[in-house]
């Protein structure tokens, strides 16, 4: 059985929840398989204090723990889950309907899955971290069910759902990708990022969850797409703004831009003015069964850098110019 998951994470049992957060920070911080490689004795540390954070870092379980329904384990006790049955019906993650059928385990999530050890591990060890590492690791799932080792009505409960955080790469969002990402229990996982994944999209990773007598539970990643610095996405369109020259923009020519897919070369049409847009027609985010979005290229003019005399000569004697009257419709405002 589990040690108590206070003692675990060296606090109180009336300790506030952000004083259970900052221990477990600077606990998996110090023991964090990336930090301690080879090394079984932190591996098992980690685990412990992930798996006692998954009792007192989420309010609700911590509430059971403390009230004697839950074990060290996450397991309901026999008097709470009997309690609970006769209570007016089969509580959430039950797998069927009346007495003698419904198992207890599976589950649904609940609200703060994410919120938590999700969290606190893309703080951790998210950021800035390369394809390989555990950046995706956000600790041991808090999901769906109690994990029981009983069944009822002869129907075995499956293991708990894990559920977890990852933060991918903009352009991997979108053409596909795989990261293999460390678990909670130490396993490396290889997750295949289909392309045109969204931010927020769910991935499921059938039996990869918990073990139980009736099976592993699932894995559920949530994504997490990192900002790109010249690519935006909306949809399976993707936008970009591209600098021309003056010159470029009143006598047009062949620039190059990139796209997800890598560069190509457009045309800029003569008499281009800044917020003019071209498209390019199937060069957006094509997701599996999907067609392809377009890709939507904003102009914008950009004058030379420390000016130029010889431009500035020029203008100030193009007689034409003034005759254009760019802001006629500002008239009567």
């Known amino acids: 059985m589990a040690r108590n998951p206070y ?39 980690f685990k412990e204090i992930s798996a006692a954070f998954d009792i007192v870092g989420d309010s609700d379980r911590r509430k059971k723990f403390d009230a004697g329904e839950i074990d060290a384990d996450g397991r309901e006790r026999p008097q709470a ?13 039950a797998q069927g309907a009346g007495p003698g ?4 385990g599976g589950g649904f999530a609940s609200k703060g899955d994410f919120d ?21 690791q956000a600790g041991s799932g808090m999901g769906g069910g109690m994990g029981g080792g009983g069944a009822y009505g002869g129907h075995q409960v499956r293991g708990r759902d894990v559920r977890y955080r990852l933060d991918v790469d903009f352009l991997d969002a979108a053409r596909g990708a795989k990261r293999r990402v460390t678990m909670a229990d130490g396993r490396a996982l290889d997750i295949n990022i289909p392309a045109g994944v969204d931010n927020g ?65 457009i045309t800029v049409p003569k008499w281009s003015s800044s917020g003019a847009v071209l ?25 030379p850098e420390g ?14 110019a003034d005759a254009s009257a760019p802001r006629k419709h500002f008239a009567g405002v």
């Open 7 to 45: 003692s675990v994470l060296g606090v109180a049992t009336t300790a506030s929840d952000s004083e259970i957060r900052a221990a477990f920070r600077k606990l998996a911080k110090q023991y964090h398989p990336d930090k301690n490689k080879d090394d079984k004795k932190a591996e098992e540390k």
């Open 307 to 320: 000016g130029d005399d010889e431009l500035e000569e020029f203008v100030r004697e193009w007689k034409s």
């Open 279 to 303: 498209r390019l027609k199937g060069r957006g985010v094509a997701a599996p069964g999907k067609a392809a979005g377009d890709q939507y290229v904003k102009l914008k003019i950009v004058l």
């Open 116 to 136: 938590d050890l999700g969290d606190i591990f893309a703080d951790l060890f998210g950021a800035g971290r390369g394809r390989g590492s555990s950046a995706g």
């Open 201 to 265: 999209q769910t991935l499921r990773l059938r039996g990869q969850g918990e073990p139980g007598p009736g099976g592993k539970g699932d894995v559920y990643v949530e994504v997490t797409v990192k900002p790109h610095s010249v690519f935006e996405r909306d949809g399976a369109d993707i936008h970009i703004e591209a600098p021309i020259t003056l010159k470029e923009a009143v006598l047009g020519g062949k620039i190059t831009a990139p796209t997800i897919a890598g560069d190509v070369a």
């Open 81 to 93: 889950q009997y309690r609970q049955w006769t209570g007016g019906g089969p509580f959430q993650g």
């Open 101 to 104: 059928q419904a198992g207890y």
